[in-house]
């Protein structure tokens, strides 16, 4: 089989984050906490959180704002700088309560990819909420979590779910 094409691996992460973004709003309903989106990018994920949790307190988490003007977080919301710094420093804030975290980090840059997704395997588990869902474009390191198979819809392979054990 042909190797998958820049044009398919970005379809397949699209339809992959959506299937999954639409399992986790039920496996998150009736559950408390709030939500956590680690790439803001142009606010194309976010606007499709704001929608369909419209209860739910999102923080964004990204270096710059380059969002779409219509899809830029509230101020209070949106945390800029690198990921690295910027998660821990809200740890006494957060800590426990992210119920649902979209990591959405990676680039066509293997070695940075390998390197983005270490420091989210160690800089996201404190944010996490007991049967919290993480799910990211990048496979994690959480020995501790399920991972949970893509639901249908979502190409194979193309996203990664994990559920923090409640
Ligand atoms: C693929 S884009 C996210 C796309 C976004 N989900 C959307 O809907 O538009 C990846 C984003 O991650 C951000 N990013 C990558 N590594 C980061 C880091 N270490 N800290 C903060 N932001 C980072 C980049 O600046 C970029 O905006």
Redesign the pocket.
């Known amino acids: 089989m042909a190797p998958r094409s820049r044009l398919e691996k970005t379809l397949f992460r699209l339809q992959a984050q959506h299937a999954c973004l639409a399992w986790a709003f039920q496996a998150i309903e009736g559950r408390p906490g709030v939500v956590a ?10 606007d499709h959180l704001r929608n369909l949790l419209p209860d739910r307190e999102i923080y964004v ?4 704002n ?2 779409y003007p219509d899809c830029r977080p509230p101020d209070q919301y949106l945390v800029l ?4 710094e ?1 998660v821990p420093v809200l740890y006494d804030k957060l800590g426990g309560k992210v119920v649902l975290a979209n990591t ?4 066509f840059d293997k070695a940075s990819n390998r390197a ?1 997704a270490a ?1 989210v395997s160690e800089v996201l588990p404190p944010l996490m909420a007991p049967g919290g869902i993480v799910m990211s ?1 990048l496979e994690l390191n959480l020995p501790d979590y399920e991972r949970v198979p893509l639901p249908a819809g979502a190409p194979a392979d193309a996203y990664c779910l994990y559920r923090k054990p409640a």
């Open positions: 989106e680690l790439g803001l990018g142009h606010g194309r994920t976010y988490f990204d270096r710059a380059d969002a700088g690198d990921v690295k910027t959405d980090l990676g680039s983005v420091m474009d």
